[in-house]
């Protein structure tokens, strides 16, 4: 990251489908709200780079108005789950995870 350029941070959002780009499969409708781990991956020939979302200068965060995201790794949201709690399924998922792994350690 250049921290010489801008940046948009928010790597826990709730964002809504506005569109799809080329090549995806359109599994999920516009209007529909999604949360996703935060990486985007892109394609240079046959080779995947993977970048963070809300920590690099090339994809913007949560706090954008708009972001680009990899269909492949977005989950929908459940009706009536509100947008605040939807948004911090990472930070769930990775105390979930860490607290699993710590609890396996001493078994």
Same mark, same amino acid.
């Not at 108005?65 to 911090?88: C, D, F, H, K, S």
């Given at each position: 990251?250049?921290?010489?350029?801008?940046?948009?941070?928010?790597?826990?959002?709730?964002?809504?489908?506005?569109?799809?780009?080329?090549?995806?499969?359109?599994?999920?409708?516009?209007?529909?709200?999604?949360?996703?781990?935060?990486?985007?991956?892109?394609?240079?020939?046959?080779?995947?780079?993977?970048?963070?979302?809300?920590?690099?200068?090339?994809?913007?965060?949560?706090?954008?108005?708009?972001?680009?995201?990899?269909?492949?790794?977005?989950?929908?949201?459940?009706?009536?789950?509100?947008?605040?709690?939807? !948004?911090? *399924?990472? /930070? =769930? &998922? @990775? !105390?979930? *995870?860490? /607290? =699993? &792994? @710590? !609890?396996? *350690?001493?078994?």
């Amino acid at each position: 990251m250049d921290t010489k350029k801008d940046i948009v941070f928010g790597h826990e959002f709730c964002a809504e489908v506005l569109e799809h780009g080329p090549g995806t499969e359109k599994k999920l409708k516009p209007g529909t709200r999604v949360c996703s781990t935060p990486l985007a991956i892109t394609m240079n020939g046959g080779k995947a780079k993977v970048h963070p979302v809300g920590y690099s200068n090339e994809k913007p965060g949560g706090f954008a108005e708009q972001m680009v995201l990899n269909e492949l790794i977005l989950l929908e949201v459940p009706n009536g789950l509100p947008t605040e709690q939807a !948004a911090l *399924r990472q /930070a =769930f &998922r @990775q !105390a979930f *995870r860490r /607290a =699993f &792994r @710590q !609890a396996a *350690r001493f078994r």
